[in-house]
Each structure stands twice: as C-alpha cells, then as structure tokens.
C-alpha cells in the first residue's frame, strides 16, 4: 500500500536517513556496506529476527569473491569454515561429464565457495557495523511505502511494540522473490513457469565420500549434490506440478527414489524421517519491467527472480547492489536521485540478467525437462563437445556476463 504522508497509525517514531533498504539478503546486505563505506547514511530492515533460513543458497561465486577482494575482505571471508567446489559434473549410468570447470577462469578464485548463507550475512553486516552510517534493524515488518507528489519518501514498518516510520532520499527493495515492496509499489514483471520444481534436504556426508558437486541423472530422475562439509546439500528435481503426487506416494517411496539414483547414499538415508526436513521450492524465473519508480528501486530477486540452475542468483543481486552503488552514490551525497540514476542501475543489468535467464532456460528444456517428462537419457549438450565453447558454462555461472567491479 502507498500511501500519503499523514499515516492512520499511531508513529513510535521517525527515522531519516539517505537510503533505507528493505531486505537483509546478500544484495540488500551488500549495497548497504557499499554505501557506508562511502559516509552515507543507510538503514537496513530485515523483517525476521536473525539470518538463519532453512536452504538458502550457499554458493559465493568467483565474481562475487572478486568484488570481496577489492572491498579487501576477501582473506577473511575465506578464513570462515567452507568447502571448494572446483567442478560441475554430472554422473549418468554410464558415463561422467563435467558441465563447468571452474579451474580454468582466470581469477584467484577459480572455484564456487559452498558457506552458509547465514555466516555470509554476518560477516557483512559486522563489516558494515563498522561505519557510523549504518544502521540495522531486525523484525522491522515494512506495510506501507510513504508517497509525496508521486515521489517515493520512505516506508513505515512494525516492530519493536509498534510502528515506525523511516524517511529516506531513496529506498531499495531487495526483500526477495516474494517482495512486499514490489506488491507496495505496483511493479509488474512478466513471468516463465520453468518445467521443474525442487525439493531442497540435508544427509550426512562421509570422509570418504567425493568433495565438490555433482549431479546424478537418470531417466526421469535428477539429483544434485553439493559438497557442504560434514553435510550434502540435495537438490531433488521433480516436474513442474508434481509434488503432490510424489507427496501421496509417501516418504518411503521417495527415499527409495533417491537410492536407486544414487546408491551410496543408502547407508544413511535413514536420516530423513520426515517431510518437515523438506523443503519445496516452485521453481520461478521472472524479470520486472521498471526497476524503479521515483525514490524507489527493486535489486536482486526483488527486480527478477532466478531459477537455481547454477546456483547465479545470489551473483547476480550482489552484483545489483554493487552497481547500484556505483551509480548512486555520489547523487546520494548531493541529495538529489533523479530517476535518470535509477534508470542507469537497470540498464546495466537487465541485459547480464535476461542472458543468464536465456542460458538457465536453455538448460532446463534442453536438458532436464527431456529427462524428467520424456524418461530420456542424458545428452551432453553440444556446445560441450565444441573447445571453443567448453568454458562458456563456467565464465556465465563463475563470472557473469560482463565483469562487475566496486568504484573507490
């Protein structure tokens, strides 16, 4: 809901700041460091408690540590608990393919890192803790955008025994897929329905189990497999629709499903006991039209939601951010943001985002919808058979379209 300045709630208090930024996630976390660093006032909200999300991508990408280095956090970021995964292979009942080697970017960091989203939140908040500018609030419920003479001027949330109203030059949503401000503001975005949803759920790893990813295709089956230490993190790919079916089957004959794709794992698929260790993802791929209005702008998942084929999204809306900072934060320090500036953030990047859709679409019709609704067997795509295509899967999921670099 937008609505004008005299609010019909009673106001706790009133904040103002330069950027209020709803959605504590990577990009909302990210930007917000961002624009500290550079003295400007920036108030993060995020509307749960604490970080910690059951099934959150994990993955930091090469781009994304590239981006860490130049903010000089790169060391430190590695010296928190993760794993490496160098390799995207996919095994077949008869044969192994690797769809991306990461191992020949030219970068430092010539691998996917696996850490826990919610230790990579903390780690950039207590960096952001550091700048005086930056100011966070947890269970901070945003219900309603403030609009002036057509001009985004802040929001008013709830939290803390009531409500709150937070004035800002501009405000970011990045809260998300699911944004609240997005449904606020009256954005539209335009919609695929990818022919898959996922299964998210945790088993023990073993010592002797491999390290990195992998993916087990069968007909009519597909297992992904991250490398999480002393976990494996699974991704189990059903058709689009097909989770009630799967679900009346029971949970005997799932876990049964799983060991006859991957056969080592039965020695402890008796660690899943029941469907609350599972989480259900719809599968979606969307991109807005306008990433922004007056005084407002939509990054990350807010702005256009990723399929988690090849785990980009949370690359992509750190890169968001770091755009946006960019090109804003020299009008933030004058204090004027005109919708020019807004405009610039989604023209240099809803051309990398419409082509990492294209690539994951291509995937997922030319690879898994055959596997999973035709029972087909696993065809290596042709452009892996091509040396001058070989590393094109790696550079897009590693690095991105074009490369993303922090402006001192």
């Known amino acids: 809901m937008t609505i004008p300045a005299n609010p019909a709630h009673d106001i706790l208090d009133v904040q103002t700041t330069d950027c209020c930024i709803v959605g504590g996630g990577p990009a909302g976390a990210v930007l917000a460091l961002l624009l500290a660093r550079q003295g400007i006032s ?59 080697d990461f191992s020949h970017l030219k970068t430092r960091y010539p691998y996917i890192m696996m850490l826990p989203q919610v230790k990579f939140l903390e780690f950039i908040t207590q960096e952001a803790e550091k700048y005086p500018q930056f100011h966070l609030v947890m269970s901070a419920n945003v219900q309603e955008l403030i609009e002036e003479n057509g001009v985004i001027q802040g929001i008013r949330y709830r939290g803390q025994g009531g409500w709150h109203e937070v004035r800002a030059i501009l405000t970011v949503g990045a809260d998300g897929r699911h944004s609240k401000i997005r449904q606020l503001a009256g954005v539209e975005s335009v919609e695929t329905s990818p022919p898959m949803d996922i299964l998210w759920f945790r088993l023990p790893r073993q010592p002797e189990d491999p390290e990195g990813g992998m993916g087990r ?68 791929s969307s991109l807005v039209k306008n990433w922004y209005r007056p005084g407002l702008l939509l990054i990350g998942d807010a702005a256009h939601v990723m399929s988690p084929v090849g785990g980009v999204g949370i690359n992509y809306a750190i890169q968001d951010a770091v755009v946006a900072a960019n090109v804003l934060s020299k009008p933030l320090k004058t204090r004027y943001v005109e919708l020019s500036d807004l ?27 055959p596997i999973l609704t035709a029972n087909q067997t696993f065809q290596p795509p042709f452009f892996l058979r091509l040396p001058i295509l070989r590393d094109l899967p790696a550079r897009l999921i590693g690095l991105g379209v074009f490369p993303v670099h922090v402006q001192s």
């Not at 402890?268 to 719809?282: E, G, N, T, V, Y």
């Not at 859709?357 to 898994?368: A, M, N, P, S």
């Open 42 to 100: 920036v108030m993060l909200l995020e509307a749960h408690k604490d970080f910690d999300r059951d099934f959150r991508g994990d993955t930091i990408h090469p781009s994304v540590m590239q981006i860490m280095e130049e903010l000089g956090l790169s060391d430190r970021l590695l010296q928190l608990p993760h794993t490496k995964i160098h390799r995207l292979r996919v095994q077949t009942p008869q044969d192994t393919v690797t769809l991306a």
């Open 343 to 369: 405009a610039k953030v989604q023209q240099r990047r809803e051309l990398p985002t419409r082509i990492i859709q294209g690539f994951q679409t291509l995937i997922q019709k030319r690879i898994f919808a």
């Open 217 to 284: 295709f069968s007909p009519g089956h597909i297992v992904v497999m991250l490398d999480r230490g002393e976990q494996w993190q699974m991704a189990y790919v059903i058709p689009k629709g097909g989770y009630q079916k799967l679900r009346s089957a029971g949970l005997a004959a799932f876990k049964q499903s799983i060991v006859e794709v991957v056969p080592e794992l039965s020695d402890r698929i008796q660690h899943l006991h029941d469907w609350s260790q599972i989480a259900f993802l719809s599968v979606e």
